[in-house]
């Protein structure tokens, strides 16, 4: 699987080759700043540092956007989160990415007999 960014990833490699070095080096520099960029974009995110409150307090949490809505705004600073459910799960969507990348995965669940969407919180295994 290629790296987001293919092309500097094989001139990163050439040019560690080209250095006499391993090119495991370049692999684990290169990894641990893709690492360490989706630690600070979650740091940044008032939503992200929330979910990942939350889940490092409780490990998972599971119900609807109105209820982990709820939860956010009575444990955590409200002025910064969403200020309704539909808005939650729009940032959430684009934060999950993300926060799977910090080890946080966000599983959608549709229950269409009941007409009712779930959201999973998790550490990933």
């Not at 893709?34 to 995110?45: F, I, P």
């Not at 119900?63 to 939650?88: F, M």
Request: aromatic share 8%; glycine share 4%.
């Amino acid at each position: 699987r290629k790296p987001r960014m293919a092309d500097y990833f094989r001139w990163g490699l050439a040019v560690t080759k080209a250095l006499g070095r391993e090119p495991e080096e370049f692999e684990q520099a290169y990894q641990a700043n893709v690492d360490r960029v989706a630690l600070d974009s979650v740091e940044q995110e008032p939503l992200a540092v929330a979910i990942s409150s939350l889940v490092e307090e409780k490990s998972c949490w599971h119900g609807t956007i109105s209820e982990l809505h709820n939860a956010l705004i009575y444990h955590y600073d409200s002025s910064q989160l969403p200020k309704a459910p539909n808005q939650l799960s729009r940032e959430l969507k684009l934060v999950a990415v993300t926060l799977g990348k910090v080890g946080i995965a966000v599983e959608w669940d549709k229950d269409r007999a009941r007409n009712l969407t779930t959201v999973r919180l998790a550490k990933a295994s």
